[in-house]
Antibody, heavy 127, light 107 residues
Framework: QLQLQESGPGLVKPSETLSLTCTVS??????????WGWIRQPPGKGLEWIGS???????YYNPSLKSRVTISVDTSKNQFSLKLSSVTAADTAVYYC???????????????????WGQGTTVTVSS | DIQMTQSPSSVSASVGDRVTITCRAS??????LAWYQQKPGKAPKLLIY???SLQSGVPSRFSGSGSGTDFTLTISSLQPEDFATYYC?????????FGPGTKVDIK
């Protein structure tokens, strides 16, 4: 059974870089059927998609965060990572990693939903 | 960017009730819409993808419909474990957006 586990510091200082890693177990991150993504949820608020990555390294980012976000993949470790720079209190949230189901046909990629999620990790931005 | 709205923002219902939640996209997204259920302190759970396909293991009382800009999630007979917040998410392009959520609570 595929499992995802987020890890990283729970407290980050303002203006610094938030770094999280998602470890995939029970399956390969190099599957052609999936992208891998990061989603966050500020306290008491809704879900915000941050970005997604394919095992090849192809990435897509939320335009509102694009200038500060980098998502990378390490297939040898079956992990993918998130870096968010210049954080402020507004970046305080529960951060989730998730698997995104995709399908390629007729020379186009189709995106379904995020079917496996990590448990989430709380990151607080504070001095 | 494609914006998503949901209505209502909250609904109070009783066990056994039929509950319908609406999601609207700011532009046409064909059938590329997913629905999630989230309970407090837990990660979201995928219920429906491609507007009407039931994710494996999800009870058949959940159903989705719609295409273009207007979509619906229906719970045919609300069960105690269904009290939660529900989110729609457009997947028309690799730039995803979620709706603001609909909270279903006990009347």
């Amino acid at each position: 059974q595929l499992q995802l586990q987020e890890s990283g510091p729970g407290l980050v200082k303002p203006s610094e870089t938030l770094s999280l890693t998602c470890t995939v177990s029970g399956g390969s991150i190099s599957s052609s059927s999936y992208y891998w993504g990061w989603i966050r949820q500020p306290p008491g608020k809704g879900l915000e998609w941050i970005g997604s990555i394919y095992y090849s390294g192809s990435t897509y980012y939320n335009p509102s965060l694009k200038s500060r976000v980098t998502i990378s993949v390490d297939t040898s470790k079956n992990q993918f990572s998130l870096k968010l720079s210049s954080v402020t209190a507004a970046d305080t949230a529960v951060y989730y990693c998730a698997r995104l189901m995709v399908d390629d046909w007729n020379q186009q990629t189709y995106y379904y939903g995020m079917d496996v999620w990590g448990q989430g990790t709380t990151v607080t931005v504070s001095s | 960017d494609i914006q998503m709205t949901q209505s209502p923002s909250s609904v109070s219902a009783s066990v056994g009730d039929r509950v319908t939640i609406t999601c609207r996209a700011s532009q046409g997204i064909s059938s590329w819409l997913a629905w999630y259920q989230q309970k407090p302190g837990k990660a979201p759970k995928l219920l429906i993808y491609a507007a009407s396909s039931l994710q494996s293991g999800v009870p058949s009382r959940f159903s989705g419909s719609g295409s273009g800009t207007d979509f619906t999630l229906t719970i045919s007979s609300l069960q105690p474990e269904d009290f939660a917040t529900y989110y729609c998410q457009q997947a028309n392009s690799p730039i995803f957006t979620f709706g603001p959520g609909t909270k279903v609570d006990i009347k």
